[in-house]
């Protein structure tokens, strides 16, 4: 059951990988199947975001009780996405990459769709940065001489 906890937190905006790592470590769950799972849900949610964010936002937009909320999810990602735009695809992976909240893959899918990034290249790069704010979060919730041996 630890295992479904970990895999669903993953995908929760804001909490993301940055959450389930931790929570993994936490209810004492091996570092490969916490990081395995992680990841995985992490991404779920990332090709649907790129490819319908912009018409789920069009149609939130006809109604007047939700169009402040599209609207503020796209300023929130307008306004990440001058971090990313100078250095395309390796900008959005260091961006999704560092664990700092408001930097997970759910904002980077969605500046990539914004940027209307090429769907391949938005993929590998929220993809890299997740893996880099995987290693990074292992590191800080197993241990870095633990997850170092674990690598060895």
């Known amino acids: 059951m630890n295992y479904i906890y970990v895999f669903f937190v993953s995908m929760v905006p804001f909490i993301e990988i940055r959450g389930s790592i931790p929570l993994g470590a936490l ?42 909320i599209a609207n503020f999810v796209e300023e929130h990602g307008s306004k990440r996405s001058d971090k990313v ?21 759910w904002t980077g899918s969605l500046i990539a769709a914004l940027l209307d990034m090429k769907f391949g290249y938005a993929i590998v790069s929220v993809f890299a940065g997740v893996l880099l704010a995987g290693f990074i979060m292992s590191g800080i919730s197993y241990g870095f001489l633990g997850f170092l041996s674990f690598l060895a």
Do not use: D, H, Q, Y
């Open 27 to 68: 209810l004492g769950l091996p570092f490969p199947a916490c990081f395995l799972l992680s990841v995985l849900g992490n991404m779920l949610p990332v090709p649907f975001i790129i490819l319908f964010i912009k018409k789920i936002l069009s149609f939130m937009k006809r109604f007047p009780k939700l169009a402040p």
């Open 85 to 105: 735009t100078k250095f395309a695809t390796f900008g959005l992976a260091l961006f999704v990459g560092i664990p700092l909240p408001g930097t997970g893959a």
